[in-house]
């Protein structure tokens, strides 16, 4: 049977399927989980991705977009970065749920035109939920929203170049603009956007990575001297122990389990550290083998649910245990570290009584952990926001590559750590030049290469330039994709920063709150997706991308584009350039955008591990960059050698009464895009203003399952922010702990928040009360209110039934 014939299919078996929603509190035996379908198959998981995916594309679009998803001849997926299998390893079928949905997403057959903007006014629009904007379809025609107008209306290409242009030759210096990308962004697009930005004069460049990873490559360029992880997808296979921290891969990198289950059956063993037991690690059931059909594979050995904030206490005791027991590989220490004789001396008194505390945990389970660390011959550990997005993330990460090199997993097969990257092109935008501190050799290359100086000072972030927006700092705002305003911390002060901004220019896709959150003046520049054929220049385009394992690989879509008026990201950055700094510059950025081989020759020549970059793109899956202490154990450090730190041991100290907040994601997102209002895993139907808390704080705040209630934050500043009418959910975890998604949750985080070293937004320890509605404000401080998109925005997210 075909996949098309499979695909006409699957409406009749979704009438017929029942539907298995988890309990609450997740029971291994009873709980199995259907979420990384590759085929066509009668299971929940590719249920649920086919229904999407035929409902917004269709049976022959669904059918000609999915079986090129993550192939070496096709596009790669607008989702994850986790990587694809070798030529001639990968399924027909090669994706996953979330995956599929993403495809479905942008491939939709709903399309957004000039009539929808005249019908909606931008007050209209501001009231609605991000689902909503979401599911209106693809923006079709370039839109303007004139100072004091109350609707978007069109605008030609080349009037909005020059309305751009206009905006940024009239500032008084380039540091007045900030340019903001999404981790979508193709590698081409990414370096000609950094080459653009450095010619017009600023280091300006806040990203996604600034919320995300920047605490593991603050890290990790620290400890090993370079800020990207160690393994390879066959190090992942190899391994005979894999740590998973801070990290739901079944919802987040579903492809993942895939690899963890290949690990399993060469006799690896998992252990899962997370405040809540995520049901992809609880039993897997992949489709494509007989097994995944049926019972499914048990993933997870032990799991430890671990208090919020307490992952450096549990490796900082993990490292003084395999000191104590003299597991640690001498030979290693000696020849690539430097440290370890005062991190002995560190970790020697260890306070145990704070370790507890920190984690939640007893001495005999962390010790459980560390004897299955100090028995493995080879130990990879993986870690996402859970680590990344709290005070001490860069401490914290610093003690899981301490752990790492005690034992010389660094350099070997089947061991090394794993910053598993959440966006499709995050890490190779980076690469790319997407920073705003690059080190001086990248600017020298480029000065080389284009013949112009480009700035030295170091530019703003996404916390600074969000500051410099609401202190009238920078006048014009630029994101290249994503969404910045619903990703961003601080609702309320991220929204009025923006607001404060001359003109604010999206390139984009489809509707989201970004677009009506505006400066005086607002651009919307829609986009090509990477599902669709760039013929720009009269020609067949690809692009390339490189994934959370350094493989860099070319990308081309199938689909026929939407609409005759987009454009690709390329064509919208060359073209801006071209109006901003005209015919003159060194730069040919008209070459640029008729053939992006011309940017790839030039990314050979400025990038540093890319020489030869458009030859090597061609050969089947691409290649992978350099990455020196994984090839030959090379520490890129001021040392020279790989760095042993020593890192204090606090207690996130809580008042009484108080919480700890960690913001997340739903089973049916991605980032802020929002697919739907269910989260099948946690039992949650029909809505997102949700708050999981634990089964006894419930009792004793008492508050029965179902209560709404507002969520305020507390912060050294005095204000308490809050958001508002929150439906409580019963739920396994620490005690003192609570979990709520984002982006409803991000009003309670405060901007200036941030993590040591990297500052990027604490997303995951915040600290709050439970409030009956109506109570909020009686206690110290100011407040300020916030509930996503305002109170309206109830009226269709919020859940009509909890499973």
């Not at 997808?233 to 801070?246: F, M, N, P, T």
């Not at 299955?372 to 003690?399: F, L």
């Not at 909020?776 to 109170?791: M, P, V």
Request: aromatic share 6%; proline share 5%.
């Amino acid at each position: 049977m075909t996949l098309l014939s499979q695909l006409r299919d699957v409406p009749a078996r979704l009438r017929n399927e029942s539907r298995q929603v988890p309990t609450h509190d997740i029971d291994e035996d009873e709980v199995e989980v259907e979420s990384t379908a590759h085929a066509a198959a009668g299971v929940t998981a590719v249920a649920v991705a086919m229904r999407r995916a035929i409902g917004q594309m269709g049976v022959r679009r669904t059918a000609s977009t999915l079986t090129r998803l993550n192939q070496v001849d096709g596009f790669d997926c607008q989702g994850c970065a986790w990587p694809d299998p070798a030529p001639g390893h990968r399924h027909a079928a090669e994706f996953c749920e979330n995956g599929a949905k993403a495809v479905a997403e942008e491939a939709t057959r709903q399309l957004l035109d000039r009539e929808f903007f005249a019908t909606h006014s931008v007050e209209d629009l501001a009231g609605r939920t991000e689902f909503w904007l979401g599911k209106q379809g693809r923006i079709t025609e370039p839109m303007v929203l004139r100072p004091g107008a109350t609707h978007y209306t069109p605008i030609s290409w080349d009037d909005a170049f020059a309305t751009m242009a206009d905006h940024l030759r009239r500032l008084d210096h380039p540091d007045q603009a900030t340019f903001y990308t999404s981790g979508k962004t193709s590698n081409e697009a990414a370096f000609v956007y950094q080459l653009f930005v450095r010619a017009f004069g600023t280091n300006n460049l806040p990203d996604c990575s600034n919320m995300c990873h920047e605490s593991s490559g603050s890290a990790l360029v620290d400890t090993i001297g370079i800020g990207k992880g160690s393994v390879s997808l066959e190090d992942i296979h190899q391994a005979k122990l894999l740590l998973i921290v801070g990290q739901n891969p079944g919802t987040n990198h579903p492809r993942m389990l895939s690899a963890l289950e290949e690990a399993k059956s060469r006799g690896a063993r998992i252990i899962s550290i997370n405040p809540l037991q995520e049901a992809g690690l609880v039993r897997f059931k992949n489709p494509q083998k007989p097994k995944g059909l049926t019972v499914g594979t048990a993933l997870a050995d032990l799991h430890l649910p671990i208090r919020l904030n307490g992952d450096l206490a549990f490796f900082q005791a993990v490292g003084a245990l395999l000191v104590e027991w003299d597991a640690v590989d001498h030979d290693f220490l000696d020849q690539y570290t430097t440290g370890f004789d005062a991190y002995v001396d560190h970790v020697a008194d260890l306070d145990w009584d704070k370790v507890e505390a920190s984690t939640g945990l007893t001495r005999d389970e962390i010790t459980t952990a560390a004897r299955m660390i100090a028995e493995s011959p080879a130990t990879i550990t993986c870690w996402a926001m859970g680590i990344t997005q709290h005070h001490n993330a860069v401490g914290t990460i610093k003690e899981i590559v301490n752990v790492a090199l005690l034992q010389g997993n660094i350099g070997k097969p089947g061991a090394g750590v794993c910053p598993v990257r959440g966006h499709s092109n995050v890490q190779g935008d980076r690469t790319m030049g997407i920073w705003e501190r690059v080190p001086d050799h990248f600017l020298d290359a480029i000065r080389d290469e284009f013949g112009f100086e480009p700035p030295r000072e170091h530019g703003l972030d996404t916390v600074g330039s969000i500051e410099a927006l609401r202190d009238g700092k920078i006048r014009v705002f630029m994101g290249m994709g994503g969404n910045f305003v619903g990703a961003a911390p601080d609702t309320e002060a991220t929204e009025a920063a923006m607001r404060n901004a001359a003109l604010t220019v999206h390139v984009s896709t489809k509707l989201n709150r970004s677009h009506v959150v505006h400066g005086g003046e607002a651009l919307i520049l829609p986009a090509l997706g990477r599902s669709e054929k760039d013929l720009t220049g009269g020609r067949v385009q690809r692009v390339t991308v490189e994934d959370s394992m350094s493989a860099v690989h070319a990308s081309h879509g199938p689909l026929d584009p939407p609409s005759e008026h987009l454009r690709s990201e390329v064509d919208i950055i060359c073209s801006l350039a071209l109006a901003t700094l005209g015919d003159d510059s060194p730069v040919p950025w008209a070459a640029f955008r008729d053939d992006y081989t011309e940017i790839r020759r030039r990314i050979a020549r400025v990038v540093p591990g890319c020489a030869s970059y458009d030859e090597k793109v061609d050969e089947p899956g691409g290649f992978v960059l350099p990455h020196p202490p994984r090839d030959n154990r090379v520490f890129e450090t001021t040392s020279g050698r790989a760095v042993i730190t020593s890192t204090p041991l606090e207690v996130l100290d809580v008042p009484q009464g108080r919480f700890l907040l960690q913001t997340m994601r739903s089973h049916d997102q991605f980032n802020t895009t929002i697919y739907g209002l269910d989260d099948r895993y946690r039992g949650v139907k029909g809505g997102r203003r949700v708050v999981f808390v634990n089964p006894d704080d419930l009792r004793d705040l008492g508050y029965a399952e179902g209560d709404v209630i507002d969520l305020v934050s507390e912060w050294r500043d005095g204000v308490e922010r809050m958001a508002r009418s929150f439906r409580v959910v019963s739920y396994d975890q620490p005690r003192g702990c609570v979990a709520a998604y984002y982006p409803e949750a991000n009003p309670l985080v405060p901007l200036d928040s941030t993590a040591e070293k990297s500052n990027q937004p604490v997303y995951k320890s915040i600290v709050v009360r439970l409030d009956r509605p109506g109570e909020a404000g009686q206690g110290t401080g100011s407040s300020h209110g916030s509930a996503d998109q305002g109170e309206g925005s109830l009226r269709d997210d919020t859940p009509h039934h909890l499973s």
